[in-house]
């Protein structure tokens, strides 16, 4: 009743009919998904998968109350934002109730991209400057302006030559970055990374461009799901307000109470921690296009005194709002934050326990969830298992699992479960990845060491974003 057409047509047609750029997970074998629920997506032959990545089903898949919501909403009236409409003002005081004051201001937009495209010409109207801090490996949508700031996307472009006004930070990773605690007890990392920000602001201001804005995500998710180090955002926020730009924290892929303590994860790193602007989206809509900038009335109003309006066809339509209101009321109701605490918590503890019984994994780190497993070839070295971490994607696909990797080595698998991912999905989890790593250690034992780890070239896996 799901399909149209069999799988393989779907795939001829697709070949011939879509840009090769917009590439399929798994793409020796792709799934053809029909149907999904909850934390589950099925196939067209009714096969089950556990989704362990999809972020933006944030409530789950075809939630009803938001499915309701929706479809009620599609039913009466879809406009623009030019005519009043009670969804969208709802929408706008319920988010600006969950920001620490002054953030106060709402655009709505319809997407990660066009929520940082807006943050920086806000950025940029409000300073009068130009230039950008963005961090290494970041990713911040698909539009040129973000392309630029990206480097998880411009390091791939050949050639590219990055805008003078793009100053690119180390990622403040303190298991694989510029600065490892293991080199560094007892230091304070945050200070530490933050310093290497203030350089950048020293330089966007000698070069005459000035720092329009530092932008990053709250917890980097493309970069390889990393955790800063306490103190950085204190310390970044200082340097880049004291050379006169205004901070942007990226919470398209954290917000909505993923790290379980809190709403936004830029509240991870203090109470004292209040960006100039925060951008949302994907779990916003829990997978409807709706996404926001709030952002504070100073800035605001700076926007509004370059006299430019601005205008968005379908930003905070009627539906979007109902959506976005929809999810914000399960999350309430359902308590998700505390959920993804608790469950997020037990994930944590159970992928310790596999560190202890399979050197591959080098690092386990997150918050609720939110987590990497980070695979090593040598824990000494540290030199990542990438080839590993692509067959154990297509393994625990093998077991309807739906896992992925990211980090600029593709060796960090990455968990980012719809909320209502329960204790019961962490052991299915865990007790498979249990069973996949010790395969690969078999694997390893017959072989001579030095190739060991260049065996497994399995490259179908998933890259997400
Ligand atoms: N910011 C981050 C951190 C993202 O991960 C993404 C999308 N993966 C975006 C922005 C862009 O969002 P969208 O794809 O909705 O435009």
């Known amino acids: 009743p799901f399909e149209h057409m069999s799988k393989s047509d779907t795939i001829l047609l697709r070949k011939r009919l879509v840009g090769e750029s917009c590439k399929l997970f798994f793409r020796s074998d792709p799934l053809k998904i029909v149907r999904a629920e909850a934390q589950y997506m099925y196939d067209e032959q009714g096969r089950a998968y556990l989704d362990c990545i999809n972020n933006v089903a944030h409530v789950g898949h075809c939630q009803p109350d938001v499915v309701a919501a929706a479809s009620r909403q599609l039913a009466v009236l879809n406009t623009n934002n030019r005519f009043l409409h009670d969804n969208l003002v709802l929408c706008a005081q319920r988010i600006t109730d969950l920001m620490p004051e002054p953030l106060s201001v709402c655009f709505f937009v319809n997407s990660g991209s066009e929520a940082n495209d807006l943050a920086l010409r806000l950025a940029r109207a409000h300073t009068k400057h130009q230039d950008v801090i963005t961090l290494d490996h970041a990713y911040h949508g698909h539009l040129s302006t973000l392309i630029e700031i990206s480097p998880y996307k411009f390091r791939q472009i050949p050639n590219h030559k990055q805008a003078d006004w793009v100053h690119v930070a180390p990622v403040p990773d303190v298991y694989r970055g510029k600065y490892r605690e293991s080199e560094h007890p007892g230091e304070d990392m945050g200070a530490l990374y933050a310093e290497d920000v203030r350089r950048l602001c020293e330089k966007a201001t000698a070069g005459g461009g000035g720092v329009a804005c530092y932008i990053a995500e709250s917890l980097q998710s493309c970069g390889g799901q990393v955790v800063p180090p306490p103190n950085y955002l204190r310390e970044v926020f200082r340097h880049v307000r004291a050379a006169g730009g205004v901070c942007i924290c990226d919470e398209v892929q954290v917000g909505f109470g993923r790290v379980g303590s809190h709403w936004w994860a830029f509240q991870l790193q203090g109470e004292d921690i209040v960006p100039d602007i925060v951008t ?116 625990m696909k093998d077991e309807s699992i739906l896992l992925s990797s990211d980090g600029p080595d593709r060796n960090v698998l990455k968990l980012k479960p719809p909320m209502v991912f329960s204790k019961q999905n962490v052991d299915t989890v865990i007790e498979v990845l249990d069973q996949v790593l010790a395969e690969l250690a078999d694997e390893h034992a017959d072989l001579e060491p030095e190739h060991a780890h260049q065996t497994n070239g399995k490259t179908n896996g998933i890259l997400a974003h």
């Not at 998700?336 to 469950?343: G, M, R, S, T």
């Not at 918590?345 to 780190?365: K, M, N, P, T």
């Open 280 to 395: 949302m989206g994907k779990p916003m809509g829990n997978g409807y296009p709706v996404a926001a900038v709030v952002t504070t009335r100073a800035v605001a109003d700076s926007f509004r005194d370059t006299g430019v309006e601005y205008f968005n066809t379908y930003g905070g339509n009627p539906v979007s709002c109902a959506v976005a209101n929809a999810v914000l009321q399960v999350i309430e109701d359902q308590k998700l934050l505390q959920h993804a605490q608790d469950v997020g918590d037990y994930l944590l503890a159970r992928c310790r326990e596999l560190q202890g019984r399979h050197s591959l994994i080098g690092d386990v780190r997150g918050v609720g969830l939110f987590v990497g497993i980070e695979l090593v070839v040598d824990r000494t070295t540290r030199e990542p298992a990438t080839a590993e971490a692509q067959h154990v994607l297509s393994r």
